[in-house]
């Protein structure tokens, strides 16, 4: 396993609540430093009332020792589907521990309850999910995460190893995408609840295990040190820390376990698999004061997500068919190799600098780089912890806190070459360490054996008593073969360069070798006892929480990234995923960028065309007025010359009288010529109507034998008097109107160099149009008595040809016998 535990002991549950006070304040002036809120997760169950006597507890008066609950933001890892007064709920019992008693000075928390209004849903669902959108509210809005990041997870674990609401065996462990999943069917009341899901616990940047009461020895027990726990969910929380944590052991010194917490710290995640190097199993063993009845383990763990989620399904896929080895589910047999521990046992061997440089190097490769990120901290942080290695000091003190811990741990490459050059058994024989509050920093004192340790360990094959730690040789491991193989010392390997040796992730390698790699790996019994993953599995998942709406933008891509950066989520073990990972980044980055400068280019666009349509428009109403200036000016001067013709002819009154005249004469040729009901449009309309009429009956006499008389003959009839009498009298109207018009004094076009003013245009319009209509109403008279004549010749001559016709029958006929005589 990957990872090594620091276990602490502690007199009783007060010293507990004092250590977990340091610890949780410490997180809290970390959280506040980076980004000014502490942003923390809590379980139910016995933790409110540890936590409460831990944070409750007088402070020293230092900034440092102060809760600034203020600044608070608590969520639930966990809650029961009851009211929020309920005796089950979380809230009610954090509440009535804790939030009830924050005295007023020390400013009041943000506390994220489930929606209350939910409560009675059948199907818890829909709280999960409102749940989840709080935590975006405050996650993701803030960050754009993939995955919220706590400051801080506080979790309980009970009997049957659950923790948070995730039970053993049950599919919310598999839960890849969502961060909150409704639960509607845990073992213990009450049954209806949510939870955070593991990569969203996993993925905090501290976590705790705070796990009180003599009921918790066998399952912390299995949890931490048997592969069976390793599968059960609180094996899984560790699990998923993945790679960062080595094992996980614990002492007590009898039954009467009744109290301990296990940390969990991120920061030094990096350091301690050099100190799983140098420190063995058997160092605690030798802590002479170690007072088991209360145990308070601190692990460090790091964030590699992708292989955290790969190896949870493995441990998952194990846990389905192992859970009958639970006394809660029933037995299943299971094959020792299913048994075999997953690949974080492998890279429990792998030095961490090199490891870690082996991200670093493949971060380089694969991801936008950020300044004065977490790896760079932690390459200033690891010279201090170099420097604090020399001063020999391995075992961590409680209290001290996860960041001083991992300063303490050796780091600098010195200590790097040192580690590797440990026996490799030795190495890989530190399942855990046990520091109990007040160690002594001198690890190498002799530190008697703990009997219950030797009780708790019994099924182990060899229990070292109190040897020397360089001479301790460790319970073999077989599931660590894989590392026995390593190099002593860290090779740097250029991508494509290993050749058939087991490949050390120490490492730094690119996609060939690591498929080399791979390869080689996959004939060690290890690799076969893992099951085979499809690449894609967890980290293409691990990018999209179900829940998160919005489509990544610039922004909160570089955010992600920068914050996958930090958190170590690119697997080294993966590189074609980090491939792919960047492809798809630099796709969205792409995609952001492109639908971003398509909305700029249309804005650009839309305000070139509107600039260029308000300067025609512009230019436009500039004509015009021009126009209508040039045409007032013309007007101006075509009145001046009328009212100069008119005083020279007459006097000014004249002129006025010539205006109303014009306007007079315009009227009136309106009114004669509007379309329905002006007396010439009349006039004209029944000529043409007749004019219609002779022509079809031309035409049908000249189809018509009309000289046979076989049709009788239609004539056509001249126009009625009404209509000539109109004529007449619109002929005069018009004549008149002409007249008028042309006894103004308006000048001719010639006058005013063919000026073209709107008066002049008016006034000789109207002049052609009224001698116009004078010669239409001429010609329709004039026409109507030429048909007339016409027809009155035609209707003659076919008389006469009819009575010749007569004339010569009768001749033809002899003389006349009356009809009388006929019969
Ligand atoms: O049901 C629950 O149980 C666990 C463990 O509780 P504990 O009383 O054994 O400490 C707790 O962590 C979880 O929040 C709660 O809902």
């Known amino acids: ?472 040789p460790p319970p073999p491991r077989a599931t660590r073969s894989a590392s026995l193989r390593q190099p002593s010392t860290p090779k740097i390997v250029p991508p494509g360069e290993v050749k058939g040796h087991v490949r050390h992730r120490s490492q730094v390698v690119g996609a060939a070798a690591t498929q080399a790699v791979r390869q080689t790996e996959g004939s060690s019994s290890l690799s076969k006892a893992k099951p085979q993953r499809p690449p894609f599995t967890t980290y293409q998942q691990h990018f999209s929480p179900k829940k998160e709406s919005k489509p990544p933008t610039l922004a909160n891509l570089s955010s992600r990234s920068a914050e996958s950066e930090d958190a170590g989520s690119i697997p080294a073990s993966r590189p074609d995923v980090a491939a792919l990972q960047t492809e798809y980044l630099q796709l969205c980055l792409l995609h952001s960028s492109l639908s971003q400068k398509n909305a700029e280019w249309r804005a650009n666009s839309e305000k070139e065309l509107r600039k260029k349509y308000d300067s025609v428009a512009g230019r436009y109403r500039v004509l015009l007025a021009e126009e209508r200036d040039a045409q007032r000016l013309l007007n101006i001067q075509a009145l001046h010359h009328w009212s100069a013709n008119a005083q020279r002819h007459g006097s000014c009154r004249d002129f006025a009288a010539q205006i109303q005249t014009l306007s007079r004469v315009i009227q009136e040729v309106m009114d004669l010529s509007e379309p329905h009901g002006g007396r010439y449009t009349k006039a004209v309309r029944i000529f043409e109507d007749w004019l219609e009429r002779v022509v079809q009956i031309r035409n049908s006499r000249r189809r018509s034998k009309i000289d046979t008389l076989a049709d009788e003959p239609e004539f056509i009839h001249p126009l009625d008097r009404e209509w000539k009498e109109e004529v007449n009298a619109l002929g005069a109207k018009v004549e008149l109107c002409l007249r008028e018009l042309q006894n103004l004094d308006i000048p001719p076009p010639e006058d005013l160099g063919n000026s073209d003013a709107a008066l002049l245009r008016i006034a000789n319009g109207h002049k052609d149009l009224l001698v116009s209509m004078m010669e239409e109403l001429k010609t329709m008279r004039k026409t109507e008595m030429d048909i007339v004549g016409l027809e009155r010749s035609w209707t003659a001559q076919t008389a006469d040809r009819l009575r010749a016709v007569d004339e010569s029958s009768i001749a033809h006929r002899g003389p006349r016998i009356g009809a009388w005589k006929r019969t």
């Open 1 to 472: 396993m990957a990872g090594t535990p620091n276990l602490y002991s502690c007199p009783d549950v007060d010293a507990v609540a004092k250590q977990l006070r340091k610890y949780v304040l410490n997180n809290q002036n970390a959280a506040l430093k980076r980004h000014g809120t502490f942003r923390v997760a809590v379980s139910g169950g016995s933790l409110p009332g540890t936590l409460a006597k831990a944070l409750l507890a007088p402070s020293n008066g230092t900034p440092e020792d102060t809760p600034q609950f203020s600044k608070w933001d608590i969520f639930f890892a966990d809650e029961r589907v009851v009211p929020l007064d309920h005796p089950d709920s979380n809230y009610r019992l954090i509440k009535d521990e804790l939030l009830d008693k924050i005295p007023s000075e020390l400013g009041s928390p943000t506390v994220h309850t489930i929606d209350p209004k939910h409560v009675n849903d059948e199907d818890p669902t829909e709280l999960a999910d409102l749940y989840q959108e709080e935590l975006m509210r405050t996650f993701a809005a803030k960050d754009s995460v993939r995955l919220p990041v706590f400051d801080l997870i506080l979790l309980g674990t009970g009997p049957d190893g659950h923790t948070c609401s995730l039970f053993p065996a049950h599919p919310q462990l598999r839960e890849n995408d969502a961060w909150v999943v409704g639960v509607t069917d845990s073992p213990k009341p009450p049954p209806k609840r949510i939870t955070l899901t593991l990569p969203v616990v996993s993925h905090a940047l501290s976590i705790a295990f705070v796990a009180t009461g003599a009921g918790k020895k066998d399952i912390l027990k299995k949890v931490f040190d048997t592969e069976e726990g390793h599968s059960l969910p609180s094996g899984l929380v560790n699990t998923h820390a993945g790679d960062k944590i080595s094992s996980v052991g614990f002492e007590v010194e009898s039954s009467k376990c009744v109290g301990g917490c296990l940390f969990g710290d991120v920061a030094g995640w990096a350091n301690w698999s050099i100190h799983a190097e140098l420190v063995d199993s058997s160092s605690h063993l030798r802590t002479p004061h170690l007072r088991p009845q209360h145990l308070q383990l601190h692990m460090q763990v790091s964030h590699s997500i992708d292989s955290f989620l790969v190896d949870r399904n493995a441990a998952i896929d194990r846990y389905t068919s192992i859970a009958g080895s639970s006394p809660e589910y029933p037995k299943v047999e299971t094959s020792r190799a299913e048994r075999q521990p997953s690949s974080k046992a492998v890279a429990s061997s792998i030095p961490a600098p090199t490891r870690r440089d082996n991200v670093a190097t493949q971060r380089k490769s694969f991801l936008p780089q950020r300044s004065g990120s977490v790896r760079e901290k932690r390459e200033v942080s690891e010279k201090v912890q170099g420097q604090n290695n020399n001063e020999g000091s391995r075992l961590q003190q409680p209290g001290s806190g996860p960041q001083q811990q991992s300063q303490q741990q050796d780091s600098t490459p010195a200590a790097r070459r040192s580690s590797l050059a440990q026996p490799q058994d030795r190495r890989l024989s530190l399942s855990s360490r046990i520091v109990p509050p007040e160690t002594p920093t001198d690890q190498n004192a002799a530190i008697p054996g703990s009997p219950l340790r030797k009780q708790l360990f019994e099924s182990k094959p060899t229990a070292p008593s109190s040897p020397q730690k360089s001479q301790m």
